[in-house]
């Protein structure tokens, strides 16, 4: 490694962590970034079903329009005048269309920026021939239902990027590739990192998972919410990368927001299940030994990530058609407002059912009705007393629209014929219901192509190795506690953050201090995190996995089958499972006597 490539830092802005990301972020960077890079993360699961719904409505769309309209768009000159280079996944469905609208936006100002497209993720064209293999959800175990698709995407890696930004692209547009390839890309550009290089593609793909989430590592979503200065004006993050893998996490000088160990921590473990096996296309990450140390005010230097050979599969995400769904707010205020919307729901269901034998419909497929302000997300550790200011959220699904649409007028008798109390319906809403299935697709099944300058390259990844499960050797278990022993709750020991991934959610607990991780473990078995959560599974607790990173003193919690279908289709409060780890805050932890006395709230 020359000299030059040894000393030289580059540094990244992360500019959005989804399809609708703040418009504040990206004039923030560029005020006080000093940037190389801007890297713009817009496809969630959630997001890909989505622009699979707006392309079947107009062939030409189908990308994130708000990366012309807010993010980039209006910054283009600025942009081209620090030399910054962009690279963002918001091509979605259809890369090559946003690259066209976004050229003809370059010429229309006079600039001289290339671009490039990186495409090739979409196979919609082989989803008959995957179901007729039998493929299956690599969650559930279950086959590709025969339900219309909406989008079929493989998550490409982060070496066409690289190709690009070498070829002489100033913005690279990109379909569906790992949120983390949108950083990793760049790196390996920069510091000339090989195809074999693991431990410093492992300690790239961690500097784009700390960054493509936005302002959740400065701050966003924090546990010590308390502790973060001016949400009105949140530091987007900036990762000053070095070639040998080493980060620094940091923010826009003089913004808002946090930079701490407890954020990069929570943002590190999110949707994480193994942290010691994290796999994407270009590497087999190992986190859990990684390192974090607070270098300064808003500074955290992160090291210690390791890689090993790729798998010869990519991670395929398919959206598919699931019918309709109705969903109606009904703000219930008065005494037992509780029991009265549980009734009420009931009888509307029942009412709705008699509109569908009318029109000789079949059944709800579901139905499901959640107090808002009961805490029915906490299952049996919710706070006693009964609320007496509700929403009544009314869920119904049925295959065809005229079904949802037959519960969505039939709700408002409730207004006048059901239980005091009830108010004008906040908003009611008709929509598709889309499944999710995501599944592995053999890297020889896919072709990356970059497109620059008029040319079209086909890139494909090296084939890789196939996939193992590693067995890890998890830590002793410590003493139990002494007989003397008080309980604590979790919150006082530890960070928590928690996150979705397909039908699981993981919960990552931080220990505030290392020598509570003994305590920590003790305590925070499977079983009883499972019985914790057995609200969220009507067939009974949830199974759970615990996984270690002792490098940041962290366990990893990762609950299966919890999530009724994912993101996309689950009915409950909290489909993204943001609040999951909230949910955990009070649990019991048995620590001594005089530890718990001193992390009493009131301890001096």
């Given at each position: 490694?020359?000299?030059?490539?040894?000393?030289?830092?580059?540094?990244?802005?992360?500019?959005?962590?989804?399809?609708?990301?703040?418009?504040?972020?990206?004039?923030?960077?560029?005020?006080?970034?000093?940037?190389?890079?801007?890297?713009?993360?817009?496809?969630?699961?959630?997001?890909?079903?989505?622009?699979?719904?707006?392309?079947?409505?107009?062939?030409?769309?189908?990308?994130?329009?708000?990366?012309?309209?807010?993010?980039?768009?209006?910054?283009?000159?600025?942009?081209?005048?620090?030399?910054?280079?962009?690279?963002?996944?918001?091509?979605?469905?259809?890369?090559?269309?946003?690259?066209?609208?976004?050229?003809?936006?370059?010429?229309?100002?006079?600039?001289?920026?290339?671009?490039?497209?990186?495409?090739?993720d979409?196979?919609?064209?082989?989803?008959?021939?995957?179901?007729?293999?039998?493929?299956?959800?690599?969650?559930?175990?279950?086959?590709?239902?025969?339900?219309?698709?909406?989008?079929?995407?493989?998550?490409?890696?982060?070496?066409?990027?690289?190709?690009?930004?070498?070829?002489?692209?100033d913005?690279v547009?990109?379909?569906r590739?790992?949120?983390?390839?949108?950083?990793?890309?760049?790196?390996?550009?920069?510091?000339?990192?090989?195809?074999?290089?693991?431990?410093?593609?492992?300690?790239?793909?961690?500097?784009?998972?700390?960054?493509?989430?936005?302002?959740q590592?400065?701050?966003?979503?924090?546990?010590?919410?308390?502790?973060?200065?001016?949400?009105?004006?949140?530091?987007?993050?900036?990762?000053?990368?070095?070639?040998?893998?080493?980060?620094?996490?940091?923010?826009?000088e003089?913004?808002?927001?946090?930079?701490?160990?407890?954020?990069?921590?929570?943002?590190?473990?999110?949707?994480?299940?193994?942290?010691?096996?994290?796999?994407?296309?270009?590497?087999?990450?190992?986190?859990?030994?990684?390192?974090?140390?607070?270098?300064?005010?808003?500074?955290?230097?992160?090291?210690?990530?390791?890689?090993?050979?790729?798998?010869?599969?990519?991670?395929?995400c398919?959206?598919?058609?699931?019918?309709?769904?109705?969903?109606?707010?009904?703000?219930?205020?008065?005494e037992e407002?509780?029991a009265?919307?549980?009734?009420?729901?009931?009888?509307?269901?029942?009412?709705?059912r008699?509109?569908?034998?009318?029109?000789?419909?079949?059944?709800?497929?579901?139905?499901?009705?959640?107090?808002?302000?009961?805490?029915?997300?906490?299952?049996?550790?919710?706070?006693?007393?009964?609320?007496?200011?509700?929403?009544?959220?009314?869920?119904?699904?049925?295959?065809?629209?005229?079904?949802?649409?037959?519960?969505?007028?039939?709700?408002?008798?409730?207004?006048?014929?059901?239980?005091?109390?009830?108010?004008?319906?906040?908003?009611?809403?008709?929509?598709?219901?889309?499944?999710?299935?995501?599944?592995?697709?053999?890297?020889?099944?896919?072709?990356?192509?970059?497109?620059?300058?008029?040319?079209?390259?086909?890139?494909?990844?090296?084939?890789?190795?196939?996939?193992?499960?590693?067995?890890?050797?998890?830590?002793?278990?410590?003493?139990?506690?002494?007989?003397?022993?008080?309980?604590?709750?979790?919150?006082?020991?530890?960070?928590?953050?928690?996150?979705?991934?397909?039908?699981?959610?993981?919960?990552?607990?931080?220990?505030?201090?290392p020598?509570?991780?003994?305590?920590l473990?003790?305590a925070?078995?499977?079983?009883?995190?499972?019985?914790?959560?057995?609200?969220?599974?009507?067939?009974?607790?949830?199974?759970?996995?615990?996984?270690?990173?002792?490098?940041?003193?962290?366990?990893?919690?990762?609950?299966?089958?919890?999530?009724?279908?994912?993101?996309?289709?689950?009915?409950?409060?909290?489909?993204?499972?943001?609040?999951?780890?909230q949910?955990?805050?009070?649990?019991?932890?048995?620590?001594?006597?005089?530890?718990?006395?001193?992390?009493?709230?009131?301890?001096?």
């Amino acid at each position: 490694m020359s000299a030059k490539v040894k000393d030289k830092v580059v540094r990244i802005g992360g500019g959005s962590a989804f399809l609708v990301d703040s418009a504040l972020g990206v004039p923030q960077l560029l005020r006080g970034g000093r940037l190389d890079y801007l890297i713009f993360d817009y496809l969630a699961e959630a997001s890909m079903g989505l622009l699979g719904r707006f392309q079947a409505m107009d062939p030409k769309g189908g990308f994130g329009t708000d990366f012309l309209t807010v993010h980039v768009g209006p910054h283009l000159s600025e942009i081209a005048r620090q030399g910054i280079k962009v690279v963002a996944n918001a091509g979605g469905l259809n890369p090559r269309g946003l690259v066209a609208a976004l050229e003809a936006m370059i010429k229309d100002a006079g600039l001289k920026l290339t671009v490039a497209c990186v495409d090739g993720d979409d196979v919609r064209g082989q989803v008959d021939a995957l179901r007729a293999a039998g493929v299956c959800d690599m969650f559930t175990g279950e086959t590709l239902p025969g339900k219309p698709i909406i989008s079929a995407n493989a998550y490409l890696g982060a070496f066409p990027i690289a190709a690009a930004l070498a070829r002489g692209a100033d913005i690279v547009i990109t379909g569906r590739v790992v949120d983390s390839a949108l950083a990793l890309g760049p790196l390996v550009r920069e510091f000339g990192w090989g195809a074999h290089d693991y431990d410093s593609l492992a300690a790239g793909t961690l500097a784009g998972h700390l960054l493509e989430c936005g302002a959740q590592v400065t701050g966003g979503t924090f546990t010590d919410w308390r502790d973060v200065p001016r949400w009105e004006d949140i530091g987007f993050p900036i990762g000053e990368c070095h070639a040998d893998g080493t980060l620094v996490i940091t923010k826009p000088e003089g913004s808002g927001g946090l930079v701490s160990v407890g954020t990069v921590a929570e943002q590190l473990l999110y949707e994480v299940s193994d942290p010691s096996d994290y796999i994407v296309t270009d590497v087999r990450c190992d986190f859990s030994e990684v390192r974090l140390e607070q270098a300064g005010a808003d500074r955290v230097r992160v090291s210690g990530a390791r890689g090993n050979p790729p798998t010869d599969s990519y991670k395929l995400c398919i959206t598919y058609d699931e019918g309709w769904r109705a969903i109606a707010y009904q703000p219930l205020i008065g005494e037992e407002a509780t029991a009265k919307a549980e009734r009420q729901a009931a009888a509307l269901f029942a009412r709705a059912r008699i509109l569908l034998r009318a029109r000789h419909l079949g059944d709800f497929t579901a139905t499901r009705a959640i107090v808002i302000g009961a805490e029915r997300s906490f299952g049996a550790h919710a706070q006693p007393g009964g609320a007496r200011e509700i929403i009544a959220k009314l869920v119904v699904d049925h295959p065809e629209k005229l079904g949802a649409d037959l519960f969505a007028r039939e709700q408002w008798t409730a207004v006048s014929g059901m239980s005091v109390g009830t108010s004008i319906n906040l908003a009611t809403q008709v929509s598709p219901v889309t499944g999710l299935f995501l599944c592995l697709l053999a890297k020889n099944a896919v072709i990356p192509c970059l497109t620059i300058n008029g040319a079209e390259v086909s890139l494909p990844d090296i084939p890789g190795t196939p996939a193992t499960i590693r067995s890890v050797t998890a830590p002793a278990s410590p003493p139990a506690p002494p007989a003397a022993g008080r309980a604590v709750d979790l919150l006082r020991l530890a960070f928590v953050r928690s996150g979705d991934k397909g039908h699981l959610f993981n919960v990552a607990v931080i220990a505030r201090d290392p020598a509570y991780l003994p305590w920590l473990r003790a305590a925070l078995q499977p079983v009883a995190v499972g019985e914790w959560y057995r609200h969220l599974r009507a067939a009974g607790p949830p199974r759970v996995d615990r996984h270690e990173a002792p490098g940041f003193n962290a366990l990893n919690l990762v609950v299966h089958d919890a999530l009724e279908g994912g993101i996309n289709a689950s009915t409950q409060l909290d489909p993204a499972a943001k609040g999951m780890g909230q949910m955990l805050l009070r649990f019991p932890i048995m620590v001594p006597a005089e530890l718990a006395a001193r992390l009493e709230p009131n301890a001096a």
